[in-house]
């Protein structure tokens, strides 16, 4: 494919927690469907399927998702066969190169089982802790409602997969203090950031259509702030992400302080491939190579 054949023509690769991965390029959480894979190979420098969970989830009734002028809000509620389920699958999403894994849960408890489950099989590279997700031991406000919540979250995990690279995943919402938290308790990197809280309504039936997280370029100039401010917080690094579509919003995120750049919802409607090879154009163009870009800003 040209796309492909331009992308390789120019230094791509990036360090990330002792890993070299061949593109800065991932697959947000969710936004990568087994049948997609085999157009993501030599696209992405590592694969991050949907989230797991303790147990199986059935997930939201619908509808789940809603288009917006600028991008689209989804409410699919973690809609997953559970940990046992998805680790026996786990070899589908082998393409080469490194697999993530992104876990959430309920309580503390279980995102400590789960990184203890999954940081025993050698296929799993890193582990993403999906921090939005509602904390019922404190009346379903989410993981990221505050440093504190964070800090034990993590804690948690680091102690339960202690040579495992963690990556936590944060809201926008107090995003600063939230990786500050996450950094201070272990984590080995951030991604940053989560969607939107955000809401739809259906005017004709006056009823709420959609609640759920607003995703897409809407969030981009949100989300460049949220990495910008955090890259100059924390010392670990970042895997940004929120609204990028095109390979200059790629660049955009790197400039601002991410290592690995993830691609979300417009895997939906644009082949990767194509913002990869925008993103080799930016780099050859500027003469560098992509592990030159993180924090460039002049």
């Keep these: 494919m040209v796309v492909r054949e331009r992308a390789t023509e120019v230094d791509l690769t990036v360090e990330l927690c002792g890993m070299?991965?061949?593109?800065?390029?991932?697959?947000?959480?969710g936004t990568l469907a087994k049948e997609a894979l085999g157009e993501a190979e030599g696209v992405y420098g590592a694969i991050l399927p949907k989230t797991t969970t303790p147990r199986a989830r059935a997930g939201n009734p619908p509808p789940r998702v809603a288009e917006t002028?600028?991008?689209?809000v989804n409410s699919i509620g973690l809609q997953n066969p559970g940990v046992e389920r998805f680790m026996e699958d786990l070899d589908a999403f082998d393409?080469?190169?490194p697999i993530f894994v992104s876990v959430a849960g309920e309580t503390v408890r279980d995102f400590a089982d789960l990184c203890e489950r999954v940081a025993g099989d050698d296929r799993v590279a890193a582990i993403e802790l999906n921090l939005s997700c509602p904390n019922v031991?404190?009346?379903?406000?989410?993981f990221c409602a505050g440093p504190a919540a964070v800090e034990e979250v993590v804690g948690a995990c680091r102690a339960a997969a202690p040579t495992k690279p963690l990556f936590a995943k944060l809201t926008h919402e107090g995003?600063?203090?939230?990786?500050?938290?996450?950094e201070g308790a272990g984590a080995d990197a951030l991604t940053v950031m989560n969607t939107i809280p955000?809401?739809?309504?259906?005017?004709?039936?006056?009823?709420?259509?959609?609640?759920?997280?607003?995703?897409?370029?809407?969030?981009?100039?949100?989300?460049?702030?949220?990495?910008?401010?955090?890259?100059?917080?924390?010392?670990?690094?970042?895997?940004?992400?929120?609204?990028v579509t095109s390979g200059v919003?790629?660049?955009?995120?790197?400039?601002?302080?991410?290592?690995?750049?993830q691609v979300g919802t417009a895997s939906f409607v644009r082949d990767p491939a194509e913002i990869l090879a925008e993103f080799?154009?930016?780099?050859?163009?500027?003469?560098?190579a992509a592990a030159n870009l993180t924090g460039a800003l002049e």
């Design 95 to 97: 393409l080469g190169v």
């Design 20 to 29: 070299t991965l061949n593109t800065p390029l991932v697959p947000a959480s």
């Design 137 to 142: 031991e404190h009346g379903g406000l989410t």
């Design 175 to 182: 995003v600063v203090g939230n990786a500050r938290a996450a």
């Design 198 to 243: 955000a809401l739809t309504i259906d005017a004709k039936k006056r009823s709420i259509l959609v609640r759920g997280g607003l995703s897409g370029p809407a969030v981009k100039p949100v989300a460049l702030k949220a990495v910008y401010d955090v890259a100059r917080t924390v010392e670990v690094p970042i895997l940004g992400g929120g609204g």
């Design 280 to 288: 080799s154009d930016y780099l050859r163009e500027a003469g560098t």
């Design 69 to 72: 002028p600028a991008g689209m």
């Design 249 to 261: 919003d790629v660049a955009e995120f790197m400039l601002a302080g991410a290592t690995v750049v």
